[in-house]
């Protein structure tokens, strides 16, 4: 629901930082990071690093700090600092149903740190980036202090274009990395990512699900105009709503008879870095080096088919294809494998075959009718004036605005009617 990928956008004004992000604050946590009680910090500077309709979940400032450390010399560093939505009470209270920021802070303090750890024990991994490395994770101020990965040469994709094949290869192999590693430590700690149980769909909170009906309500009024061959259709989604929650809760529940994984639990591409050539400056045609998955506050013990079935929902370039989502999968499938043969993994038979995982991939398919109705539109908003917290946790004329822009959208509208007859022959709308 947010994360760093944009470019650096105006000075924030001072309002739009909390008060304790200050010189002394800043100072203590490069003290700790580097284990360098003389670092003097000379000067910072502050920029709301996510522009309107990426950020939903958090506050996220882009730093720049200049210091000198023990040895007097001068030093540049570029940070980006996540902190908790204070100023608005509803909001502030339907995140912390969510657990969001305690789950990114166990993720980057505890469960992100072990699987880097793991791929350092393989030569072929130990180079590789799959998540920003953290600085400090602050739980007083509910912070998590990272690296800014454009300094590394990283950059948002955009999310009105969507990936192309090299990106998105490059999204699903860093994920199968990150969800091979969880396989293997999970392996030898059972149950040690159970405690990763509030997903945006789970057991213990309800506090988007006001939001997903009254949009699917609306949906459905709106699918009733586009004539009679859709008026079924409209009828199958407003006979499911009353069940809907429920649905996406089983998608979300791990199954002791299929394969789980530590999930993303947010997986489109504003919440994926890509790193490009920096002597390719035509952005039309630039071909991506690399990724970095960002953005760990819904991640879960589930299926990665919660995370594919988002990433194909929400973040394809061009017209949504079945076939091509199912040639994902399988490219998914592959890059797993080949990273659970580093580790010499050795209980391949809680592995499903590639037809058995094509099949777990639509048994959780529910989950494809939410993120194609309701996440896709969020990801393709092109009015961001309407978009912000209080449009997905309070119901009254921001989010009736949100909605509506979300659901008058001729391009998403395009997509449901390709993706309507497909949902139904898999059997999406059975009860």
Known sequence: MDGQNTTDNDNCDSEDVPKWINKDYLELVLKDYFKDNLIKILDFYTKLATKKGENYASLVIRVVIEYENKNLKYNIGKYIIKSSIEDDPITKKVIKEYQAFEDEMLMYGEALPKIQELMNT?????????????IYCDFKNNAIILEDLLQRGYKGADRLKGLDEQHAKLALKKLAIFHACSIILDQQDPGCFKKFDHGIYNRHSDGLNTFFCS???????????????FINYSKKIRNL?????????QCYDPKPNQLNVLAHGDFWSTNIMFKYDEFDQDDESRKPLDAILIDFQFSIWASPAIDLHYFFNTSLAGLPNIDEMENYVKYYYHELLETLKLFEFKEYSKIPNFKEFLQEFWENGFHA?????????????????VA???ALFCEGDKMENFEWAMINNKRIQE??????????????FDL
Do not use: M, Y
């Not at 949906?219 to 004539?227: A, E, R, V």
């Open 122 to 134: 393989q030569n072929n991994l130990q180079e590789i980036s799959v998540f920003p490395k953290p």
């Open 215 to 229: 949009s699917l309500h609306k949906i459905c009024t709106t699918l009733h105009n586009f004539g009679d061959e």
């Open 241 to 249: 709503i009353p069940h809907w929650v429920e649905k996406e809760r």
């Open 369 to 385: 009718l939410q993120t194609a109705f309701i996440h896709k539109s969020i990801a393709f908003l092109e009015d961001s004036s």
């Open 388 to 390: 912000c917290p209080e």
């Open 415 to 428: 997509h449901w009617k390709i993706l309507l007859p497909c949902f139904e022959r898999k059997g999406l």
